[in-house]
């Protein structure tokens, strides 16, 4: 038994034309099969304001996943205050921690040398590419802040640099339970 299904691969990196149509394929394929939670990275904002234009938050469980404070030197937060503002009254979930798959372990291996596992496991996601490792590292984030519920199906989007270039579907896990979270489909993804 089988079925077939669609997979969307991306080869140029046109961050709003990809971020669009990433949006799209991700709402065609929540709304067919009835998956509730979206996941997405927004760095400063962009993203983050274009889901709105996709998805309603009154239907859809919208959460944001944003850098953490100080993730660039001398930068407290890069998320735009005003996007923030208006996510937080249309009831979007925003979250704002130390990634799942760095914080610690960078400075560990910073410090003291070596690889962190952490940062072994970042790097074999992004054999697949840069918005695979974002996509799990987001949903265990937002599985960590109790937005999302372990076990749950979710559509996780992330991206290379700046725009969305990757929609998966993923069972959630928090990061305590890392091997429990299973990337279920690929939507979509970059080749380049």
Not at 70 to 84: A, C, T
Not at 95 to 104: F, S
Not at 116 to 121: D, M, S, W, Y
Not at 124 to 134: A, M, P
Request: glycine content about 8%.
């Amino acid at each position: 038994m089988y079925t077939k299904e669609e997979t969307y691969y991306f080869t140029d990196k046109n961050e709003e034309e990809n971020t669009l149509k990433v949006l799209e394929i991700s709402r065609e394929y929540a709304l067919k099969n009835d998956i509730k939670s979206i996941i997405v990275a927004s760095t400063r904002g962009r993203v983050a304001s274009k889901l709105l234009d996709f998805f309603d938050p009154t239907t859809f469980n919208l959460i944001v996943v944003t850098h953490s404070c100080w993730f660039r030197p001398n930068i407290k937060q890069e998320f735009d205050s005003k996007v923030l503002s208006s996510l937080n009254k249309k009831g979007v979930k925003v979250v704002t921690a130390a990634h799942a798959l760095g914080g610690v372990c960078r400075a560990v291996g910073r410090r003291f040398g070596g690889i962190p596992l952490t940062v072994l496991i970042a790097d074999v996601l992004r054999l697949f590419c840069e918005g695979v490792k974002v996509a799990v590292e987001i949903t265990l984030m937002a599985t960590d802040a109790g937005y999302v519920n372990p076990g749950e199906e979710v559509i996780s989007i992330g991206g290379t640099g700046r725009g969305a270039d990757t929609a998966l579907v993923i069972t959630a896990a928090p990061s305590e339970m890392f091997f429990d979270l299973k990337i279920k489909k690929v939507l979509a993804k970059p080749v380049f």
